[in-house]
Structures are given as structure tokens and as C-alpha cells.
């Protein structure tokens, strides 16, 4: 099964700070994801991946920017870190498209303060 | 624009009681369907999945779901609860070339001895 990464478990940083979210997968997969989660919102597209320096917007981009210069790495950063930007993100691979699902990472919680 | 509603915010129900979770989803072609499940602490985990044929599909678990195309309806069930069933479930839908998933708020089930 493939693994996905998410360098940190918890995170704190400063308003204004620029933060970098690092995901890694250990397979071969052209399609990542981050995802930001909060209570009664459910999970929302920050951005989207579909090869190395390939990347979308998804529903909520504002203030966020994405890096895909490797396959199996797909960075989120927090250009000037606000505090609601304080949320659980969630990186995610797609496996042969929607066939087998996504596998998602175990979660970076940001706090902002 | 696809977009996934989960009625209920918050279902408590006995153990060995009977369970559904509602979903109904707004998608313009044949959608694909996920059922993701995430235990306090923990990342999502895949229930289920439907793409095409038996509207009735089988998970992990002892979860179903069926789909409903007249009613945009993929509900999830399952006979008997456990108190491990306790989590949150999250209801989505994709399709297209992109592959990008669209989440509903989440349904939290708690489970009572």
C-alpha cells in the first residue's frame, strides 16, 4: 500500500510567517492533494496536483500557494501566515484515478498566533 | 459544480442498534462515490466506494451503502453498530479527468453502551 507523508504532526507558527506544508508519497502517483479541515466545514480543496509542475486551484486557493517540482512531493505553503489559517491540513494521493480511492496522510495541525 | 450534502451533523444511536448515515449528491454525469470514516485522532480512512454496476456495494466493517440515482442519494448503513463505530463519516463525490473529491461536512456518530 502506498504511504503517505506529512512532515509534521503539529505545527505553530507566527502571523506572517511563511509556512511550508511538506507532503511525500513513497510510490508513483501523478495525482496529490491538500485538503484544510475544520469543524463543521468539513474537508476543503486548497489545491491540486496532476504531475510535477502541474497544479490547480481548488475551492479555497486564497492565501495559499503550491510546489510540485518532484513526483512524489507536493508542497503547500502559507505565504504570510494569518491566524484563520489555523487548521488541520490534510495531504492526499489519488491511486489510478478514482479507482483505488484516495489514501491520505495523517495531518499537519497548523496554529497560528 | 459538484457538491455533496450529509444531512445530519450529529446521530447518536445504541450499540447493536441499526444505523444510516444520509448523503445526496449534486453531480452532472455518473458520479463516482466514497464513504470515508475518521476515528478521533486519527486520518480518513476509505469505507467504500461505488463507480458503476450493483448499486448495493460492500465495505470494510460491516458498512454498505446503496445508491440511489433517483434520489442522488448514496446512503450508508449498517446492521449493528459497535461502540468502535464511533467517529465521523464523511460522505464524497468526483468524477471527470481531474480527479478531484468533493467532501461533505461530516455526520459524527456517537455510540451509547
Known amino acids: 500500500d502506498v504511504k503517505v507523508t506529512q512532515s509534521s504532526r503539529y505545527l505553530v507558527k507566527r502571523t506572517g510567517e511563511k509556512v511550508f506544508l511538506e507532503c511525500v508519497q513513497d510510490?508513483?502517483?501523478?495525482?496529490m492533494f491538500w485538503y484544510r479541515q475544520d469543524p463543521g466545514l468539513g474537508l476543503r480543496l486548497i489545491y491540486f496536483?496532476?504531475?510535477?509542475?502541474?497544479?490547480e486551484k481548488g475551492d479555497i486557493p486564497e492565501g495559499y500557494s503550491v510546489s510540485r517540482e518532484k513526483k512524489e512531493r507536493f508542497s503547500l505553503i502559507l505565504e504570510s501566515a494569518s491566524t484563520n489559517q489555523t487548521s488541520m491540513y490534510l495531504c492526499?494521493?489519488?491511486?489510478?484515478?478514482?479507482?483505488?480511492?484516495?489514501?491520505f496522510g495523517s495531518g499537519t495541525r497548523l496554529t497560528v498566533v | 459544480a459538484q457538491s455533496v450534502t450529509q444531512p445530519d451533523i450529529h446521530i447518536t444511536v445504541s450499540e447493536g442498534a441499526s444505523l444510516e448515515l444520509r448523503c445526496n449528491y449534486s453531480?452532472?454525469?455518473?458520479?463516482?462515490l466514497f464513504w470515508y470514516v475518521q476515528s478521533p485522532g486519527q486520518g480518513l480512512q476509505l469505507l467504500l466506494k461505488?463507480?458503476?454496476?450493483?448499486?448495493l456495494v460492500q465495505g470494510i466493517k460491516g458498512f454498505e451503502a446503496e445508491f440511489k440515482r433517483s434520489q442522488s442519494s448514496f446512503n450508508l448503513r449498517k446492521p449493528s453498530v459497535h461502540w468502535s463505530d464511533a467517529a465521523e463519516y464523511f460522505c464524497a463525490v468526483g468524477g471527470g479527468s481531474n480527479y478531484k473529491l468533493t467532501f461533505g461536512k461530516g455526520t459524527l456518530l456517537t455510540v451509547n453502551p
Open positions: 510510490m508513483d502517483h501523478e495525482n
Open positions: 496536483s496532476y504531475d510535477v509542475k502541474m497544479k
Open positions: 492526499a494521493i489519488g491511486q489510478q484515478g478514482f479507482a483505488g480511492g484516495y489514501t
Open positions: 461505488y463507480f458503476s454496476g450493483d448499486t
Open positions: 453531480y452532472g454525469a455518473t458520479p463516482y
